[in-house]
């Protein structure tokens, strides 16, 4: 599989191909955004691995132009905030992770091989699982084609678990993603969230796609 990097900083760029490319990874690299937008359109991508912070234009934009002009890449971006904000805003924008540096290899190797082996999103930026449709430009939900309606946080909410569909999310990691605040066991926050929705996207259907994992949290698919 082919990955192209765009990162400003040289040291973190070889130090992230080096380690791809021992991993079986073709690696291309690109400092500036207008590079990675280049690169990007001008060869096929399995993944690009985007900084937010670069020195002509933010990977935000850059995602965005990606997007506009039809490229469909899966994207994980690198930043150096940790703000609810900014995840939120990767997740409305459509990205397929993030990672906040620093960060271990180990730790990025491991979200590359798991954004690889998720569905696509299709061109016009929607999520399909079994019956279920996710718009993510327009944020609008359809399950056997009537309409959902969501709060914002729902969305941000299932969003979250289709892009990570298949995975088994943590309570933890759901509470840190939409709510940026540190899971008590004691907090049933992300238990009242998942029924609230659940509620919405599951109940009213035969098919149940919000499956609880015991011991570990949720996970959307089709069983």
């Not at 969501?150 to 969305?155: I, M, S």
Request: proline share 2%; charged share 35%; glycine share 6%.
């Amino acid at each position: 599989m082919r990955i192209l990097i765009v990162e400003d900083e040289k040291k973190t760029a070889g130090f992230l191909r080096k380690g791809l490319s021992e991993n079986g990874f073709v690696v291309d690299v690109a400092h500036t955004a207008e590079d990675g937008l280049f690169q990007a359109h001008a060869s096929d991508y399995d993944l690009v691995i985007l900084d937010v912070m670069l020195p002509d234009k933010s990977g935000w934009v850059v995602f965005e132009e990606m997007r506009r002009e039809g490229n469909k890449t899966p994207v994980l971006f690198l930043t150096a905030r940790d703000s609810v904000e900014d995840r939120v805003k990767g997740l409305e924008l459509g990205a397929d992770d993030y990672l906040v540096k620093p960060f271990a290899f180990s730790e990025l190797l491991a979200r590359v091989r798991v954004v690889l082996r998720r569905p696509q999103v299709q061109k016009d930026q929607t999520i399909e699982i079994a019956d279920l449709q996710i718009d993510l430009l327009k944020r609008k939900v359809k399950r056997t084609g009537k309409q959902i309606d969501l709060t914002q946080k729902e969305f941000v909410l299932l969003s979250l678990l289709a892009k990570r569909s298949g995975d088994a999310l943590s309570r933890t990691m759901i509470a840190e993603q939409v709510w940026d605040m540190n899971f008590d066991s004691d907090t049933n926050v992300v238990d009242v969230a998942i029924r609230r929705l659940r509620s919405k996207v599951d109940d009213p259907f035969e098919r149940k796609l919000i499956h609880t994992v015991r011991g570990v949290g949720y996970v959307l698919e089709e069983r």
